[in-house]
């Protein structure tokens, strides 16, 4: 399609919020008047029974034809001549580059939102988001910023302490892009590819904007199991970025300093501190693992990041 817009989701078989995020993302995309409009969902990993009844039930209810495509039988997808097309695009192949990869090539608008299938976002991201990339023509990316969603208690309130802090990267779970900016395809073997994404961009002179005001919103670990399962996979793709790719972070944005958190407070700077302690133990672990090579089981699930119907 010469114009329109797609909105590109990653999807692990085992998401259990698919259907809440696609109706959000669809909404944001109609406020903005965005049409036509693609929707394709890379559906990665076995058993996708579970992803594809929420696939099927999401497109029924927008009245949208929903295409599903066997990639691994060698299947593409086709542009979808109605002004909502739903394409499922079906890989036993596990892993988020993978997908974005898939993502990057069954695109066919000049610009894609993409979007994780596990977050919340404000109603007007998708517009503000795609409207910040019009309106520079040089840039590759915009990107909205990581918010946090807490439920009451002080091991969240530990969280949600460096979400205190704006940091002025590239928000992993919602940004827009232009395609004809985008490398062809990121290493499968990315454990932060959103992070080599940027970095590479900014390397290469492109141009990264952000918009504040189209946050997104993350449901934080509920248990420290959950926070070392999602903070070691983390800390271990600051370490392969930094073994793998030398020099690469040295193109990144400039990051807050210690006077960043003076806003905090006392007790915003104390729960920061029992943040940084879990932090730099989840980095020793990552590193050590990375040094042995043991990343096989780096993308574990943490399943209360997944519990947005918890109170």
């Known amino acids: ?13 085992d998401e259990p919020g698919l259907g809440r995020t696609l109706a959000a993302a669809l909404a944001s995309a109609r406020r903005a008047g965005e049409e036509p409009l693609e929707i394709l969902v890379c559906v990665n990993g076995d058993d996708p029974a579970r992803t594809l009844a929420d696939l099927r039930a ?6 949208a034809p929903l295409a599903e495509v066997d990639l691994d039988a060698g299947a593409a997808a086709p542009a979808s001549a109605a002004s909502l097309g739903v394409a499922g695009l ?8 993978i997908a974005w990869n898939l993502l990057r090539t069954h695109v066919h608008t000049p610009l894609a939102v993409f979007l994780d299938a596990d977050v919340e976002f404000a109603p007007d991201a998708v517009g503000r988001l795609v ?7 040089d840039a590759a990316l915009a990107s909205g910023k990581t918010t946090c969603a807490p439920r009451p208690g002080l091991f969240e ?7 205190g802090v704006d940091f002025p990267n590239l928000s992993p779970q919602l940004y827009a892009a ?11 073997d990315l454990i932060e ?18 918009d504040p005001e189209a946050w997104v919103a993350v449901r934080l670990p509920g248990t420290l199991a959950d926070f070392f399962r999602q903070r070691i996979r983390i800390e271990m793709g600051k370490v392969q970025l930094a073994r793998a790719y030398p020099g690469l972070e040295a193109h990144g944005a400039r990051q807050p300093r210690a006077r960043a958190t003076l ?17 730099s133990a989840a980095h020793v672990v990552a590193w050590w693992r990375w040094r042995r090579g043991a990343t096989a089981g780096v993308w574990r699930q943490a399943a209360t990041t997944k519990q947005w119907g918890a109170a």
Not at 90 to 97: E, N, V
């Open 131 to 137: 409207g910040a990339l019009r309106a520079r023509s």
């Open 58 to 63: 999401f497109a029924a209810r927008a009245g």
């Open 193 to 210: 590819p959103e992070r080599w994404l940027e970095l590479v961009l900014l390397r290469e002179g492109r141009a990264v904007v952000r």
């Open 178 to 188: 232009r395609l004809t900016a985008l490398p062809a395809a990121m290493p499968e």
């Open 90 to 97: 079906l890989t036993r192949r596990a892993g988020k580059p």
């Open 1 to 13: 399609m010469a114009d329109g817009l797609t909105l590109a989701v990653p999807c692990r078989t």
């Open 263 to 279: 806003g905090l407070g006392p007790a915003g700077a104390a729960r920061l501190g029992a943040y940084l302690a879990l932090r």
């Open 157 to 163: 309130a530990v969280m949600a302490a460096p979400y």
